[in-house]
T-cell receptor
Framework: DGGITQSPKYLFRKEGQNVTLSCEQN?????MYWYRQDPGQGLRLIYY???????QKGDIAEGYSVSREKKESFPLTVTSAQKNPTAFYLC???????????FGQGTRLTVV | KQEVTQIPAALSVPEGENLVLNCSFT??????LQWFRQDPGKGLTSLLL?????REQTSGRLNASLDKSSGRSTLYIAASQPGDSATYLC???????????FGKGTRLSVIA
């Protein structure tokens, strides 16, 4: 079945650590996105990529980094520069602007 | 900058009732609007996609309307069921292939 897979489902980070969240899709979608969701908040855009080897910052990119070396994969690294990383992270993809967005099941990151 | 507002933030209704969720956006120059459902701790599931040239879309008991000129959309749920309990999010994409901008959602509880 086609879809988006995020891993891990739960992730714990110590202070000062970098961690990487995985997002893989087998939908042949060109565009991929990372959003952050906090309690009582809507989804806020971190980074997006519309094509391989290209990506753009979203509204809250500071403290995060991404890569898009393959069409299927768009990993997100949460660096030690992100001061408040505890949140629910969602990855999404779209085929083009006329089609619906598909989301993964999310990764819940907690700082310990 | 596009802003999306959803009212009410939470809604509780008895089973069988028809209900309307509201979404408004500040910039009417949108490309499309999507309604999503999110269950607790899960990713988003696309319910309906309305292109800017369309007035409404229907899927089963769900009907979404779009009035682009006034910056409003509604999601109508007929004959609500306990299984409809979830958070419903509205999102718009602008011209220039910009990513989706989300509202904070409406948390719906359908009481049996």
């Amino acid at each position: 079945d086609g879809g988006i897979t995020q891993s891990p489902k739960y992730l714990f980070r110590k202070e000062g650590q970098n961690v990487t969240l995985s997002c893989e899709q087998n939908l042949n979608h060109d565009a991929m996105y990372w959003y952050r969701q906090d309690p009582g908040q809507g989804l806020r855009l971190i980074y997006y990529s519309q094509i391989v080897n290209d990506f753009q910052k979203g509204d809250i990119a500071e403290g995060y980094s991404v890569s898009r070396e393959k069409k299927e994969s768009f990993p997100l690294t949460v660096t030690s520069a992100q001061k408040n990383p505890t949140a629910f992270y969602l990855c999404a993809s779209t085929y083009n602007r006329d089609t619906e967005a598909f989301f993964g099941q999310g990764t819940r990151l907690t700082v310990v | 900058k596009q802003e999306v507002t959803q009212i009410p933030a939470a809604l509780s209704v008895p089973e069988g009732e028809n209900l309307v969720l509201n979404c408004s956006f500040t910039d009417s120059a949108i490309y499309n609007l999507q309604w999503f459902r999110q269950d607790p701790g899960k990713g988003l599931t696309s319910l309906l996609l309305i292109q800017s040239s369309q007035r409404e879309q229907t899927s089963g008991r769900l009907n979404a309307s779009l009035d682009k000129s006034s910056g409003r959309s509604t999601l109508y749920i007929a004959a609500s069921q306990p299984g409809d309990s979830a958070t419903y999010l509205c999102a718009v994409s602008g011209s220039g292939n910009t990513p989706l901008v989300f509202g904070k959602g409406t948390r719906l509880s359908v009481i049996a």
